[in-house]
């Protein structure tokens, strides 16, 4: 079963094969440094007025290199767009694929390809893995980028198994459109497979990932020209805008509400159950961690931090939960370690709170405006 590799922007490899990186290589002075000498710094793409609706992170000088020339290829052929030298810098892996249905695991078999079937394809790692083959990707003209965002070494702690291997060196670079970074893994001068992120999930990743960095992030985000999408209550009580990245869907009332497939937002009246059981602590609410007043645009909103147990069969993770005052009603917002679908079968491990949902709920949370 073949699969287009540009949805969500997805990036692919074609052919495999260059030289190894030398023992002991380590960036020189000038890896920070342009082609004129000068310190390298990121560079602003684009630099409008700062505003709750935009996210994006700085991109350095698209002349900045790491000064190991393996890496410096691979880096040249993503930034000249130069998909015929980034296939020749791209290994393949030879793995057998399965029958068995979903993402993640091996790559998918053909209706007819028996169990085990060997095939080159490439992993590719976004909120869940996938395979693609390599016939998938002839015409491909290489991931369309605005430029280089940090580069380091990989340390042992990063996720890596036999179907979706980590490199040594990984190499992200921020998408044309400002929402992705695209992470190249890099074995022995090859790209040996593609991560697909959230530039705000970058910060965690090197925090967990790195063994040592070559080229820092700037972990401020600046303002970019994607815009975030505007949404006001059809009663006019409330607005806020939210990313790109994200559906927003009507529930069965028309006070609620879900951003994505982690999020949800809705309006009850005071000493409604979901609110209460923060104050009671009756058997089947859930724990409360952190429970406070912050203050958001001028206004008194209560954050609520804690998880669920696994009464009730609910997946044992952990929530955070936002609520607004508006005229004798309450406004919640809360996010949940994992998508609302999920069916997890260990209900012995609370899935922590964390990555780019949280990050991208911070920031929606942070712009509700509440009407009088």
Sequence with gaps: MKQMFLVLSFVCVLAASCTSLREGDEPIVESTRTADGQEATPTVVPTPEPTVETLQLAVYPPETRTGIVELDRIIDAVLAHDAEELQSLTRYMLIGCTHTMGLGGPPKCEPDEEEGTLVESIPVLGVEGY?????????????DVLGLLTVYRVSSQAYSDEAYPAGEY?????????????????????????DHGFPGSLQSDLERDADEVLLVLTLNPIPTAVPWIP??????????VYPPTMTLSAGNQSDEGRLGDQIEFFIRKPGASYV????????DCP??????IVEIDGR???????WFGAV????????????????????????????????VQDITTVWPLEGMTLELFQRTVSGVDINK
């Design 312 to 343: 009730g069969g609910m997946t044992p993770q952990e929530f955070l939960t936002y609520i607004f005052d508006m005229e004798g009603d309450q406004l919640v917002f809360t996010v949940y370690a994992l998508p609302f679908d999920t069916e």
């Design 170 to 194: 990984a190499l992200a670079f921020l998408d044309v459109k400002g929402i992705s970074d695209i992470t190249l893994q890099v074995t022995d001068g090859n790209v040996v497979r593609f």
């Design 131 to 143: 395979h693609q083959r390599r016939e998938d990707f002839e015409g491909w003209q290489g991931p």
């Design 287 to 292: 724990v409360v961690e952190e429970d406070g």
């Design 231 to 240: 949404f006001e209550d059809p009663d006019g009580r409330f607005s806020f």
């Design 300 to 306: 008194e909103v209560r954050r609520v931090k804690g």
């Design 276 to 283: 209460t059981c923060f104050d009671e602590a009756l058997g």
